[in-house]
């Protein structure tokens, strides 16, 4: 069997996050679009001024102000360090671009970790 994939970010410690290229590619636009449509216009709440490490949420990426799935992984003064989980991608995201509310939960995360070993 043959396993294509594109790799979509690499961190500082040498992890590669790929994410497979069938159906992965058609599964991430759907998830996009919904998650767009939901909170494109949205208006910050109250309750998602609150995070811990760990906690799932939904943001928006500063460069092209679309919604993602992430994960909490540090709580700063004004914002949160989130991982964009279908890429691998680390930003630090202002708690008002956060949402608690999540959509697309039962789709598994597209993209993983790999790190090579060995290599000379």
């Known amino acids: 069997a043959e396993f294509l994939a594109v790799p979509s970010h690499v961190d500082w410690e ?13 599964t991430i636009r759907i998830v996009g679009n919904v998650l767009d449509s939901k909170y494109q216009g949205s208006v910050h709440r109250p309750v998602d001024r609150y995070w811990v490490a760990g906690q799932a949420c939904v943001a928006r990426w500063d460069l092209d102000g679309r919604w ?45 970790p790999l790190q090579l070993e060995n290599i000379h």
């Open 68 to 112: 993602y799935r992430a994960m909490v992984l540090e709580v700063r003064h004004e914002g949160c360090t989130v991982m964009f989980v279908d890429y691998g991608t680390v930003e630090v995201v202002m708690v008002e671009d956060m949402r608690k509310d999540l959509f697309m939960t039962e789709i598994p995360i597209q993209c993983f």
């Open 14 to 26: 040498g992890n590669i996050f790929i994410c497979p290229l069938t159906p992965n590619q058609d």
